[in-house]
């Protein structure tokens, strides 16, 4: 069964750092690939998405992510983080041809202003 | 347009009854998704419904049910609830075909005593 991996639990960082986001799927075949966030009180908001194409796939606020095939990857980047990014960010896949999201098990990221 | 609703947005049931959740997708989304969201397992597939049928199902026991209705609005039931049924459980609509991004609503939280 496929599964998804996001390694970093929970993370702290200034405002104007950098973020990376790590998420690494198990699949083998063709998938599609999601970042979604949920703020605070907020519900789940797709931040980008991943179908084909171009690896480098940019979504709202800033964000960015890279598709690596051969890592199977799809790490969530942010060049300078503002404390509204404060957040619970989710990595979900899936695979084609299906209509059912796995989802990582989700990084907390606390921006301090 | 508006996003997706589900009602009511907060319930408490005792151990042993059953509890219906409803859900409307965004207007011309045909398919509609049920997550359960727990801080333990995270966010995990329910089921999915497409024109009144259920394409997907995931691992979860027979207590757990679904339909929807030709106006694409969908509830889900659980019936014997347990305590650990308590979660946030998570509606999200796509415009039909497979593999799409989903957007979800805002959640309806179930408390088990």
């Known amino acids: 069964a496929q599964s998804v991996s996001q390694h970093n639990h929970h993370v702290i960082l200034s405002e104007a750092a950098s973020l990376e986001l790590g998420c690494n799927y198990s699949y083998g075949g063709t998938v599609n690939l999601f970042w979604y966030v949920q703020y605070p009180g907020q519900h789940l908001q797709l931040l980008l998405k991943?179908?084909?194409?171009?690896?480098l796939v940019k979504g709202i606020k800033g964000f960015e992510a890279e598709f690596i095939k051969s890592k199977f990857s799809f790490n969530l980047r942010k060049p300078s983080v503002q404390w509204s990014d404060t957040a619970e960010y989710f990595c979900?896949?899936?695979?084609?041809?299906?209509?059912?999201?796995?989802f990582g098990t989700g990084t907390r990221l606390l921006v301090s202003p | 347009k508006a996003g997706v609703t589900q009602t009511p947005r907060y319930l408490i049931k005792t151990r042993g009854q059953q509890v219906t959740l409803s859900c409307s997708p965004i207007?011309?989304?045909?398919?509609v998704s049920w997550y359960q969201q727990t801080p333990g397992q995270g966010l995990q597939f329910l089921f999915e419904y497409f024109s009144e049928t259920q394409r997907n199902k995931g691992n979860f026991p027979g207590r757990f049910s679904g339909r929807q209705f030709s106006n694409s609005r969908s509830e889900m039931n659980v019936s014997t609830l347990e305590l650990g049924d308590s979660a946030l459980y998570l509606c999200?609509?796509?415009?039909?075909?497979?593999?799409?991004?989903?957007?979800f609503g805002p959640g309806t939280r179930l408390t088990v005593t």
């Open positions: 991943y179908f084909s194409g171009d690896p």
């Open positions: 207007s011309g989304h045909r398919s």
């Open positions: 999200a609509s796509s415009p039909g075909q497979v593999s799409y991004e989903q957007y």
């Open positions: 979900a896949v899936i695979v084609t041809g299906f209509q059912k999201l796995v």
